[in-house]
């Protein structure tokens, strides 16, 4: 029993359990962070397609060539599928950040769950161990008392 006591006290099932979430959380926290690079590239990029697509109107209005058209019809194709492109990494983007919330709390309710075990398994062994003691004393008790009656 001692042994089995010792056991439980000493090794965590959970510990694993926790290692291996913290680990998907860690996955997914460096995820998010690259796809804040990509927005942040994404939004230098539109800024620059803007300005271009201005560039090109001013230069269409002053020449209205067919090159100086079409220069402005591909700049503003560029910027639309740029636009696009910045909407669906956003939508992920917070896709993945309730993913990574929702992992948060997981982590914390294992860690709850062992903190709360740890206390369990600490308040059963110091009652284990005083009816354990008491159980000994008892029986030395009964020793002495037989010792004394029996004139030894």
């Known amino acids: 029993m001692k042994k089995?006591?010792?056991?439980?006290?000493?090794?965590?099932?959970?510990?694993g359990e926790i290692k291996e979430q913290q680990s998907l959380l860690d996955t997914a926290e460096r995820k998010l962070a690259k796809m804040g690079q990509h927005i942040e590239r994404i939004r230098v990029k539109i800024l620059?397609?803007?300005?271009?697509?201005?560039?090109?109107?001013?230069?269409?209005?002053?020449?209205?060539?067919?090159?100086?058209k079409r220069a402005l019809t591909s700049v503003l194709k560029k910027l639309d599928?740029?636009?696009e492109q910045r909407d669906m990494t956003l939508s992920d983007s917070r896709e993945l950040k309730l993913v990574v919330r929702e992992q948060r709390a997981v982590c914390r309710s294992l860690e709850r769950k062992e903190e709360a075990r740890q206390k369990a398994v600490a308040v059963f062994l110091k009652e284990w161990?005083?009816?354990?003691?008491?159980?000994?004393?008892m029986k030395a008790k009964n020793i002495r008392k037989r010792n004394r009656m029996g004139g030894m």
Not at 4 to 15: C, G
Not at 48 to 68: C, F, I, N, P, S
Not at 129 to 135: I, N, V
């Open 4 to 15: 089995n006591v010792d056991r439980i006290s000493t090794r965590s099932i959970a510990s």
């Open 48 to 68: 620059e397609l803007r300005r271009q697509a201005v560039d090109a109107r001013r230069q269409h209005k002053e020449q209205g060539t067919t090159k100086t």
């Open 81 to 83: 599928a740029a636009l």
């Open 129 to 137: 161990e005083r009816s354990y003691d008491r159980e000994v004393r």
